[in-house]
């Protein structure tokens, strides 16, 4: 799983950078594990054993940097594209 999220572009803009910070090595596993993240249309489950699940109705095989605020993620795609993700209440 670690292995798909390598960073693989540079964020342009002082105001994104004010709001979210960029995550590297055990910051994304710790961000990531035992946990599900919501999008608009699609929903992502990263388990404890590294296995990924995302269900948007297609396939996505991309390597994406990460960034974090609050309860939220960012993966930051190699077409420079930034799918916004929300944890999933949990319990």
Same mark, same amino acid.
């Given at each position: 799983?670690?292995?798909?999220?390598?960073?693989? *572009?540079?964020?342009?803009? *002082?105001? =994104?950078? $004010?709001? =979210?910070?960029?995550? @590297?090595?055990? $910051?994304? @596993?710790?961000?990531?594990?035992?946990?599900?993240?919501? +999008?608009?249309?699609?929903?992502?489950?990263?388990?404890?054993? %590294?296995?990924?699940? +995302? $269900? @948007? %109705?297609?396939?996505? =095989?991309?390597? +994406?940097?990460?960034?974090?605020?609050?309860? *939220?993620?960012?993966?930051? %795609?190699?077409?420079?594209?930034?799918?916004?993700?929300? +944890? @999933? *209440?949990?319990?």
């Amino acid at each position: 799983m670690m292995r798909l999220l390598a960073l693989v *572009a540079l964020i342009p803009g *002082a105001a =994104w950078a $004010e709001k =979210w910070r960029v995550l @590297a090595g055990d $910051e994304i @596993a710790t961000a990531l594990t035992d946990q599900s993240l919501i +999008y608009d249309g699609a929903t992502q489950v990263f388990y404890v054993s %590294g296995r990924m699940l +995302y $269900e @948007a %109705g297609q396939d996505s =095989w991309d390597c +994406y940097g990460m960034a974090a605020k609050d309860q *939220a993620v960012q993966f930051i %795609g190699s077409d420079g594209s930034f799918p916004d993700g929300i +944890y @999933a *209440a949990t319990g």
